[in-house]
């Protein structure tokens, strides 16, 4: 089945400093790509959906200089999330379908994110 | 507003008996359903996907989808103590540059 790869899986950084987390589709190519973050006990919540090859639609409350996304190519969307804050500390899924009609969403393995 | 209900639990099932996990939602323009099965700590995982009305079959899970309802179940037969997770149903338009609307899940717990 496809396949989503996301990278690092944990990232333990200083307030202050940029963290970039890079999501691959390793067998499928994702024109759009869909961020989202976790906080404990809480439900997903859809951070930005990322296009390849456009600028990224963010949703409301999201700022989009604080959670830069690129989208350069088919398989590869990164998030950097710039002068991280503890309030930051999440855990960052990224996810992508397929550009068939009704392609199920397939999720990375996370990105858990701690902000000392 | 598209919106996914789902009933939040805790579900508690013992073990080999069938869990029935609901969910229904707002849009009726929604076309693709889906069912992830998410461990704590864990990034979501696609159990099911559902696009006709009616009943689908997979191992121990069945998706049942009924559009005129606008309601949509996962069945967990034979439950194992290893499915207990928080299950999201989560549904889309038919296309692949949309998000998917997801619940706010149910948690099951399968007591051995």
């Known amino acids: 089945g496809a396949v989503v790869s996301q990278h690092p899986s944990w990232v333990i950084c200083k307030s202050g400093t940029s963290v970039k987390i890079e999501c691959r589709s390793l067998?499928?190519?994702?024109?759009?790509m869909f961020w989202y973050r976790q906080f404990p006990k809480q439900s997903l919540m859809l951070m930005a959906t990322s296009n390849e090859g456009s600028k990224a639609t963010y949703e409301q409350g999201v700022e989009k200089d604080k959670f830069l996304i690129n989208h350069a190519s088919l398989t590869l969307s990164t998030l950097t999330v710039t002068s991280a804050h503890p309030e930051d500390s999440s855990f960052y899924i990224c996810?992508?379908?397929?550009?068939?009609?009704?392609?199920?969403?397939?999720f990375g393995n996370g990105t858990r994110l701690t902000v000392t | 507003q598209k919106e996914v209900e789902q009933n939040s639990g805790p579900l508690s099932v013992p073990e080999g008996a069938i869990a029935s996990l609901n969910c229904t939602y707002s849009?009726?323009?929604?076309?693709?359903f889906f069912w992830y099965r998410q461990y704590s700590g864990k990034s979501p995982e696609l159990i099911m996907f559902i696009y006709s009305n009616g009943d689908k079959e997979d191992g121990r899970f069945t998706a049942q989808l009924n559009k005129a309802s606008q309601y949509v179940s996962l069945l967990i037969r034979d439950s194992q103590p290893s499915d207990s997770a928080t299950y999201l149903c989560a549904m889309s338009e038919h296309s692949g540059n949309t998000p998917l609307v997801f619940g706010k899940g149910t948690r099951l717990s399968v007591i051995a």
């Open positions: 996810s992508a379908r397929g550009a068939v009609d009704n392609s199920p969403l397939h």
């Open positions: 067998d499928f190519q994702a024109t759009t």
């Open positions: 849009d009726r323009g929604s076309q693709s």
